[in-house]
């Protein structure tokens, strides 16, 4: 049923993916099987993310124990190849992946986006997170952080868009490495961009209001 799910939601949106649709395209004859199994629609969003994410994670405490093993790591693109290169395994690497597509959606779903954060945002993910942070010192905190996530949001949103063209029988642009490496690049260059003095301003402006609203 978390492969039915998958594939509903990433082929037809999130609104389509009902327990009951779920449990058709599943071929489940049981009809209180998802609603036994997941306990309601949220449950099964939660299912499907995190058994997707439970291998990304272990690929990428691989990576960083790549990182920490070489001995001159180009600290900044292998962190974020650690972010980025699990997910593009299991996604747009992978034949009949719908993941990618099925994380987009629900990152578009307020109802769905607390579950996301738990789901996605795990210890892998916070471990890069840390490590992201203490290189990139000059940046203030916050904009770290809100980077990390316009990061990773763009690289769901693209690997959603490359599952797509695949599936449609569509000539890429690139082929699928040279996807995930640029990608990789990309989400490299918007971290590394240094904080204009505008943007700054603003930052220290709202720390003031914070204190003297």
Known sequence: MIEAAERLAGQRGLAAMSLREV???????NKSAAQYHFGSR??????????????????RFELLARIDAAVEPTWLRDLVEALVLPVAEHTVAHPGSHWARFAAQCTADPDAVAVVQRSVEGASYREVQQRLAAHLADLPESICARRLEHAIGLAFASLAAAEAVRDAGGSPRLPIAAQINDLIDVCVGILAQPSSAATLAAVRRGRRQEHHP
């Open 23 to 29: 449990q058709s395209l599943a071929g489940q004859k």
């Open 42 to 59: 949220e449950g099964l969003i939660e299912a499907v993310l995190t058994s997707r994410m439970a291998a990304v994670g272990e690929r």
